[in-house]
């Protein structure tokens, strides 16, 4: 099997939950990276996913948000270091994929499914064929342990349990 690696530089993992009811908040991790082994880039039937995820570096653009969010409130990254996932099963074929995996967050691991698209194949300025891929999902925060959250005087809740995933990803050969 080849491997392959993310080229993070043109790639994206973001996330949005709903705040309030009303205005969705965004975030990223600054440290994160996925792998590719498979034969053959362009079909995935015979893939492994492996991906990863700091929970230190989550970055939703407030300081105290993400002190709030990397405590023992939310990710408790003291403890819960990294999000992975590993995948056990792909189906699909052409540019549309079903990723399915085991998700771990905060030691709580879920099967889920993850819809991926192979946007192509290009060539960069070095001579280095460069795949693009990307998804839009979403998860249960609350199944994970990720429980926290603040009734409102309104009604409703501070946050979301929904967080909805978008992953652009551009992977490179990897140097042998």
């Known amino acids: 099997m080849a491997k392959f690696v993310l080229d993070t530089a043109h790639s994206e993992l973001e996330f949005t939950v709903k705040h309030m009811m009303v205005t969705k908040v965004k975030g990223t991790f600054g440290d994160w990276s996925i792998n590719l082994d498979v034969d053959n880039i362009e079909d995935l039937s015979s893939a492994k996913v492996t991906g990863r995820a700091s929970t230190a570096t989550i970055n939703t653009k407030v300081a105290d948000r993400d002190a709030h969010l990397t405590s023992a409130d939310f990710f408790d990254s003291e403890n819960y270091s990294d999000i992975t996932f590993e995948s056990t099963k792909i189906e699909g074929s052409g540019s ?46 609350e199944e994970f342990g990720l429980t926290w959250n603040q009734a409102l005087e309104t009604g409703g809740v501070m946050v979301s349990k929904d967080v909805k995933v978008n992953l652009e990803l551009q992977f490179n050969p990897a140097e042998a």
Not at 105 to 116: F, Q, S
Request: hydrophobic content about 35%; cysteine-free; proline content about 4%.
């Open 96 to 141: 549309k994929y079903d990723v399915t995996g085991n998700l771990t967050i905060k030691d709580v691991t879920k099967e889920v499914t993850i819809p991926l698209e192979f946007n192509g194949k290009a060539l960069n300025p070095w001579g280095v064929d460069v795949y693009g891929f990307e998804s839009k999902f979403s998860i249960n925060r």
